[in-house]
């Protein structure tokens, strides 16, 4: 079967839509990708592995809007045109796999020209995650834009069950969740060798996730080290320049993925704090936390999340509340407990042996794609 994914991010940052195309190329089907290179970094045409990446990068005129709401329009007309052409050339797709709702017009659009089926791979709400930073009119766009365009949609795939249930309150489609489990990197629990204790944060540098703050709460514990790394967005060069404060915090920048399973390894501690109030990311699962599980290594989450339920669901790390002191305390009751850091990493392993793994996950995108042809 020929695979089309449509991503409004770049291919080879995206952990998730990476191990899918891989997976679904690996069970013999053609996957080629066409990606939004909104910063002209990745070349036009390129083959990964046996996925074919095509980048769309921004025209003068997407260039001269000022924000990429005002941008999606004219990003969904030229992935349009660019998977005709693609289909009218040679790879005459049979299925479309939109990765989130800023892909799923060109979806439908593609589905109603040329009769065939489509995925939405929904990785979160949309609606919750533009409520930070968009106005309640365009959030409300959003979401009932959403609504609509799932009438069109041959299946849904999504990553949690907070968020099966809101797509089951608003679609009767078929309906799969396909965690962001990692692959397993070892059959035996390895425990860390660092020097010091070492924390780890890798991802989205945000207030939601208590970011700078966190920079300078950790900074001021002795005797740790904490190591950190994200894209180049959001609160970036905020935290960049603070960690520069400290002797103790390690500043990597942005990270090949690649290189993420042998950071964790060489940890101590993964951290993981999410604000309660946070709508979107309240309800999902970090990939911090499979690649903890992966790597045998403990967590520190936040109460009143659907992480911090896994976590105590698992006993694979401590739960503490939003706030300095609560981190401050968990973080020396791991370095100062040896005993218990390292059982809750083993029983994060465990964990992931016997089912929070891509290899798991994976079969369960296989059979969707076995069915819906």
């Known amino acids: 079967m020929k695979i089309l994914m449509l991503l409004s991010n770049p291919f080879i940052v995206d952990p998730r839509v990476y191990k899918e195309a891989m997976s679904l190329s ?23 592995k046996e996925v074919q990446t095509l980048g769309i990068r921004n025209t003068r005129m ?3 809007l000022p924000h990429d709401l005002l941008r999606n329009p004219l990003w969904w007309f030229k992935a349009f045109t660019k998977a005709i052409e693609l289909h009218k050339t040679g790879f005459r797709f049979d299925v479309i796999h939109c990765h989130d709702l800023d892909t799923l017009v060109t979806g439908v659009l593609l589905k109603k020209r040329l009769k065939i089926r489509l995925i939405y791979d929904a990785h979160e709400i949309f609606g919750n995650m ?18 609509l365009l799932l009438k069109n949609v041959d299946h849904i795939i999504t990553v949690v069950e907070p968020l099966q249930e809101y797509f089951r309150s608003i679609s009767n489609k078929p309906l799969t969740i396909i965690m962001n489990c990692k692959e397993l990197v070892t059959n035996e629990y390895i425990p860390p060798r660092t020097k010091e204790f070492t924390l780890l944060y890798i991802g989205v540098l945000h207030t939601s996730r208590m970011f ?3 920079v300078d709460i950790i900074g001021k514990i002795k005797d740790i080290k904490f190591i950190i790394a994200g894209k180049n967005e959001n609160l970036f060069e905020e935290v960049k320049q603070r960690s520069k404060k400290y002797q103790n915090i390690q500043f990597l920048g942005t990270i090949p993925f690649t290189d993420v399973i042998p950071k964790t390894l060489a940890c101590n501690v993964v951290i993981c704090m999410i604000s309660p109030k946070d709508p979107n990311n309240s309800i999902g699962l970090a990939n911090k936390q499979f690649e903890a599980m992966v790597c045998g290594r403990p967590i520190i989450c936040t109460k009143n999340t659907y992480a911090g339920e896994l976590v105590e669901k698992l006993s694979c790390g401590l739960l ?33 042996q016997g089912q929070y793994n891509w290899e798991h996950e994976e079969e369960k995108l296989i059979k969707i794609y076995d069915t819906i042809y």
């Open 320 to 352: 503490v509340d939003y706030t300095d002191d609560s981190i401050t305390k968990a973080i020396i009751t791991l370095k100062d407990n040896p005993a218990l850091c390292e059982q809750l990493g083993k029983n994060a392993f465990d964990a992931a």
């Open 130 to 147: 533009i409520a930070r930073t968009m106005p309640q009119l365009v959030v409300r766009v959003a979401f009932q834009m959403e609504k």
């Open 212 to 214: 700078p703050d966190l």
């Open 62 to 64: 997407m260039r001269f």
């Open 26 to 48: 690996k069970a013999g089907h053609e996957v080629t990708v066409i990606f939004w290179d909104r910063h002209a970094q990745y070349p036009t045409k390129d083959m990964v």
